[in-house]
């Protein structure tokens, strides 16, 4: 992966300090940005080790399962995600298993596929 920096691992390095990964993706109404690749953004979380939060729109509930490999906040909007935000917060064992889950879920997409 590459960064602005030109450092191909200083996404990677940078991600590790966080607790989990929050990717919120916009879609339609006006001022409202979608966010570059939520695929992406979800796998690279899930790669450096780390719980996924994000709220269900676009793309994302098709590759993956609420409260198995990602916490999927039910409402577009700040307010949702922070709500899960605190849910990730006090329960770790939550977060240990959204991260055994996802490590799973890509070894089987990306190694025992043909």
């Known amino acids: 992966m590459f ?22 993706a916009l879609f339609g109404g006006e001022g409202k940005i979608p966010v570059a690749h939520p695929h992406a953004r979800t796998a690279v979380g899930w790669a450096a080790g780390l719980p996924v939060l994000a709220n269900r729109v676009g793309g994302i509930p098709g590759f993956t399962t609420n409260r ?13 995600l922070v709500e ?7 329960e770790p064992s939550l977060r240990k298993s959204l991260v055994v889950a996802a490590r799973v879920q890509k070894i089987h997409d990306f190694i025992l596929r043909d």
Do not use: C, T, W
Request: charged fraction near 35%; glycine fraction near 8%.
């Open 68 to 80: 198995e490999n990602i916490l999927l906040a039910e409402k577009d909007g700040e307010a949702a």
């Open 84 to 90: 899960r935000m605190g849910e990730l917060a006090d």
């Open 3 to 24: 960064s602005a920096s030109g450092d191909p691992s200083f996404e990677h390095v940078l991600i590790r300090r966080f607790r989990y990964l929050v990717v919120r």
